[in-house]
């Protein structure tokens, strides 16, 4: 059973930066596909940031230049350095993680069957 814990959440005014943490223990963490999706009020999930086993990147456009995710392989635990925080970045964040992903679904919900529980981010203006 994989299991994946997220720290790093909390409330922060316009301009700031968070870095978030996502914890994985079960399995080898280094053979996951690991993703970053975001869920404000009312709203459906959306992808934020992925990064590859073999360290390829992804990023969604609202957050290109601003969030940069990576991975520590040693430690078992992905991160989201986030800069310039917006309010329109105030959301849940959830990490997930995937045994394979295509180029094509490794943005998208439905191809991570593992989550953790969120953490929640609020950007106050």
């Known amino acids: 059973q994989v299991q994946l814990v997220e720290s790093g959440g909390g409330l922060v005014q316009t301009g700031a930066s968070l870095r978030l943490s996502c914890a994985v223990s079960g399995r080898t963490f280094s053979i996951y596909d690991m993703g970053w999706f975001r869920q404000a009020p009312g709203k459906e999930r959306e992808f934020v940031a992925a990064?590859?086993?073999?360290?390829?990147?992804y990023y969604a456009d609202s957050v290109k230049g601003r969030f940069t995710i990576s991975r520590d392989n040693a430690k078992n635990t992905v991160y989201l350095q986030m800069n310039s925080l917006k309010p329109e970045d105030t959301a849940v964040y959830y990490c997930a993680a995937s045994p394979t992903t295509s180029e094509f679904g490794i943005v998208t919900t439905g191809a991570y069957p593992y989550w953790g529980q969120g953490t929640q981010v609020t950007v106050s203006s």
């Open positions: 990064i590859r086993r073999s360290g390829k990147l």
